[in-house]
């Protein structure tokens, strides 16, 4: 029975096309060589954080908020990097303390004649 192969973990970013959420998940990557062609390519399994088995989890990507499937794969943290440039920090602004203003009647202003 061959070893059990030495798992390699990949990080990938997610945005849905349906409903905007961006997310990220790691999965470990299994490399399982051809018994009968030891020097051919490997099958390759992504196990999820839950230790579900997946094919790819780039073709299987299903949106955990709304449940859609247009889902977008994007290098880790460019998810990230792509809100906050949308959604950039509003700065602070301090604001005087307005007092309502009080109407007079015409004619000379108060305290004497003009």
């Known amino acids: ?3 059990e192969p030495d798992p390699v973990t990949e990080t990938f970013a997610f945005t849905c096309g349906d409903c905007g959420q961006t997310w990220e998940s790691s ?11 030891p020097a051919g390519p490997a ?8 230790g579900n088995a997946l094919r790819s989890p780039l ?9 859609g499937r247009r889902v977008h794969v ?11 440039a949308e959604h950039p920090p509003r700065p602070h ?3 005087s303390l307005h007092l309502p203003h009080r109407h007079r009647a015409p004619g000379p202003p108060p305290g004497g004649e003009g």
Request: hydrophobic residues 40%; negative net charge.
């Open 74 to 84: 994007m290098a880790p943290g460019f998810a990230d990097r792509a809100h906050a």
């Open 43 to 50: 099958t390759q399994e992504y196990v999820d954080e839950d």
């Open 59 to 67: 073709a299987a990507a299903v949106c955990p908020q709304c449940g």
């Open 93 to 95: 602004h301090e604001h």
């Open 1 to 3: 029975m061959p070893p």
């Open 27 to 37: 999965f470990r990557v299994m490399f399982f060589p051809d018994p009968a062609d």
